[in-house]
């Protein structure tokens, strides 16, 4: 067993715990491998090891990596875009990920739309919440989010799947699911208005337990599987 099948063994095992102490099922909650930085080596141990959903932050690197899995004949992996996404990269976006996690405003959701080739199934899409309000982070207030989904709602290449956040960092278990809790009602009432809802992508390393107690569907976990990113001195976005 590699390193990296032994972590994945570890998340899922940590995960399952975690669903078992709020009394979930485990097949509930999805787990997103982050794959930034990480050579397509590695990401080839985890799909060796079973894991099929892989996170990348930044657009052109992570559509080398679908490229190059694609020109190898794997099929079957699901690529979802989870890092901040400029205006001018939404078309590369549009063209080769299955998912886009950080939608944050009506204008890239229609740029994403207007780009999602009609060959490809429609675009699965979050919008993402600074729950936190941080002023260094991405993401529309709470209370903006029923008016731009049902803006989103309205476009045909799209589908609204759900809420994305990354809360400020918090040590104890108590805040971070407090905060998480705070996500969760947010999501509960978007499934309760679009059928389509269905995920709430909030989770990481150190807050994973807590954010699956609040309900989270889809937790994104990079380091722990992968080991510490080496980051180029400019790294392409």
């Avoid at 731009?148 to 104890?172: F, K, Q, T």
Wanted: proline share 5%; hydrophobic share 45%.
């Amino acid at each position: 067993m590699s390193d990296i099948a032994h972590n994945l063994a570890q998340i899922q095992s940590r995960i399952s715990a975690a669903a078992r102490r709020c009394e979930r099922d485990s097949k509930d909650i999805t787990l997103l491998a982050v794959s930034k930085t990480k050579p397509a080596s590695a990401i080839e141990k985890a799909v060796a090891a079973g894991q099929r959903q892989f996170g990348e932050n930044y657009v052109q690197e992570g559509v080398e990596k679908i490229r190059y899995f694609s020109e190898a004949g794997i099929s079957g992996l699901t690529w979802h875009f989870i890092g901040p996404l400029q205006s001018n990269k939404s078309r590369l976006v549009a063209e080769h990920f299955d998912w886009c996690h950080t939608v944050d405003r009506l204008k890239i959701a229609m740029r994403l739309n207007e780009q999602r080739p009609i060959t490809m199934p429609p675009l699965n899409v979050l919008i993402q919440v600074n729950i936190s309000d941080e002023t260094s982070k991405s993401g529309i207030a709470p209370d903006e989010i029923e008016a731009l989904a049902a803006n989103i709602a309205e476009l045909p290449h799209l589908v609204l799947r759900g809420l994305m956040a990354i809360p400020a960092p918090a040590c104890d278990y108590q805040s971070q699911f407090a905060v998480a809790s705070e996500m969760a009602v947010a999501f509960t009432r978007l499934k309760q208005r679009f059928s389509t809802v269905d995920t709430l992508s909030l989770g990481m390393t150190d807050d994973m337990d807590a954010a699956i107690a609040a309900g989270s569907t889809m937790v994104r976990i990079g380091t722990a599987i992968f080991g510490a990113r080496d980051y180029p001195p400019h790294q392409i976005l």
